[in-house]
T-cell receptor, first 117, second 116 residues
């Protein structure tokens, strides 16, 4: 079965612009999480969606937002891009609700490499 | 508060020798623990997970990890390193936050170099 698909794979944007990244989870997975990975800060949790609702949020400014559609596909948006937003953005999906109390692990996509110039 | 510490940022081993990647965690509840591997320019792949069943967990590609509650450790081992094991490894702890949702914290990663 198809894995987690993230598009685009690479993106170059100019400071001040906005960007939208897309994630299609594994079929049947209803939970989608987003992470930012940078050499300096490592992997940081952005937010998690389940059944079209944001269930969990990390410590990122309001410029970072997301949504989830009824088919579980998710998008994240970054407005007013800054140079420091350059990173690999990873999406992960899980068949389990964030409230199950037992986490069986996530399946990650290959990421979108965003470069802000 | 939940945290995870990977004790080595870089580990170098010769091909065919054992691998040990160290991870210590802190959690207020009974955590779930994971190891993920990331090859260059790729996403993360789940190696193995501990979710309060057997304390010795076997994963893919010959890796295993032992949950030691008394030492709050979850070290990753492999008897014999292969060149294809060269990658970055992340230890992850997951428990439930005050709102009842899973809270996931990644370690800072350990880069494994395998010398031929």
């Amino acid at each position: 079965k198809a894995g987690v698909t993230q598009t685009p794979r690479y993106l170059i944007k100019t400071r001040g612009q906005q960007v939208t990244l897309s994630c299609s989870p594994i079929s049947g997975h209803r939970s989608v999480s987003w992470y930012q990975q940078t050499p300096g800060q490592g992997l940081q949790f952005l937010f998690e969606y389940f059944s079209e609702t944001q269930r969990n949020k990390g410590n990122f400014p309001g410029r970072f937002s997301g949504r989830q559609f009824s088919n579980s596909r998710s998008e994240m948006n970054v407005s007013t891009l800054e140079l420091g937003d350059s990173a690999l953005y990873l999406c992960a999906s899980s068949p389990y609700s964030p409230r199950t109390g037992l986490n069986y692990g996530y399946t990650f996509g290959s990421g979108t490499r965003l470069t802000v110039v | 508060a939940q945290s995870v510490t990977q004790l080595d940022s870089h580990v170098s081993v010769s091909e065919g020798t054992p691998v040990l990647l160290r991870c210590n965690y802190s959690s207020s509840y009974s955590p779930s623990l994971f190891w993920y591997v990331q090859h260059p320019n790729k996403g993360l792949q789940l190696l193995l997970k501990y979710t309060s069943a057997a304390t010795l967990v076997k994963g893919i590609n010959g890796f295993e990890a032992e949950f030691k509650k008394s030492e709050t450790s979850f070290h990753l081992t492999k008897p014999s390193a292969h060149m294809s094991d060269a990658a970055e490894y992340f230890c992850v702890v997951s428990d439930v936050n005050s709102g009842g949702y899973q809270k996931v914290t990644f370690g800072t990663g350990t880069k494994l170099q395998v010398i031929p």
